[in-house]
């Protein structure tokens, strides 16, 4: 029987993301497609009946309800009718508020770790229903993988698709309010089917480009000019592909070679954090 678990909870691109309605619930109906990002994880440790404590190396998260990894533990426990005495620790690598799924990512990483932790055998399909309570973005985290999400979030059809190039990262360290995005975007007009932009389990980037959007941008960018200045140094610059993802404050880039994205990443200001990832390794 298990007592320790450790495991990594990855970040997220969006690659497009259009807001379909606004729902009677207040929340937003989404057509988007995750990507994970394996390079840039979070790693969280689970420790059985010792005690029941959670430590970070990032002061700024708290051991509170605010805490997305305190929300899906008291989940469980509701679930369960019972406390689970749980030693937890976190090394908070997915920078906070940028568009990258951490804290959605940690939720999902906590409800799966006790789960699995304390033997609870509470299903897949109920798993994706406590963490549709968490957050529209945590039921992808469930399982990571490269998926088409509609509704809020929740409605994941994984596809196989390789993205065999190298990804810049950029976070310009602004915290971009998700509630408050939420309040200024529309639902778009616009209209693709990421099934018909790929080919041989291939994304045909330049129909990317052109035919996608992400419709948190307009907004992001008239608030911060400087991050629509990252996505256009991307695309003046030999990007396959570049778009803000989420709500925000993150842009990526895809480009064909380690140079090329390293020759981007040295024209951005360098109090930004900026990485590269071959997503080929995955």
């Not at 305190?70 to 690598?93: D, F, M, P, V, W």
């Not at 994984?158 to 360290?173: E, K, R, S």
Request: hydrophobic share 40%; charged share 25%.
């Amino acid at each position: 029987m298990k007592e320790y678990i450790e495991i990594k909870a990855p970040a997220k691109i969006n690659i497009g993301l259009k807001i379909v309605s606004k729902r009677e619930d207040g929340y937003h109906n989404l057509y988007t497609f995750f990507y994970p990002i394996y390079g840039l994880s979070d790693i969280l440790s689970f420790k059985k009946n010792n005690g029941d404590y959670f430590i970070s190396n990032n002061p700024a998260i708290k051991n509170d309800e605010s805490n997305l990894i305190i929300k899906a533990k008291r989940l469980i426990e509701s679930r369960i009718s019972k406390n689970l005495k749980t030693g937890i620790t976190l090394q908070k690598n997915i920078p906070m508020g940028a568009g990258l799924g951490g804290g959605s990512s940690d939720a999902a990483a906590t409800l799966i770790s006790l789960n699995e932790l304390y033997s609870l055998h509470i299903s897949y399909d109920e798993l994706i229903q406590m963490a549709l309570e968490l957050g529209s973005d945590v039921p992808f985290f469930l399982k990571a993988k490269p998926s088409i999400g509609q509704s809020r979030g929740e409605v994941l059809e994984q596809i196989d698709v390789d993205i065999n190039c190298f990804v810049l990262i950029v976070n310009p360290h602004i915290h971009i309010s998700t509630a408050e995005a939420f309040g200024y975007v529309h639902a778009s007009e616009s209209n693709w089917d990421y099934k018909k932009m790929i080919e041989a389990e291939k994304f045909n980037f330049s129909r990317l480009q052109n035919d996608t959007r992400n419709d948190f941008e307009d907004f992001v960018f008239a608030k911060h000019p400087e991050i629509k200045a990252i996505k256009e140094i991307m695309i003046d610059n030999g990007s396959l592909f570049s778009m803000m993802s989420g709500s925000g404050s993150t842009v990526y880039g895809f480009f064909n070679s380690r140079e090329n994205a390293l020759n981007v990443s040295n024209k951005l200001k360098h109090s930004f954090l900026r990485r590269i990832y071959n997503l080929s390794d995955y």
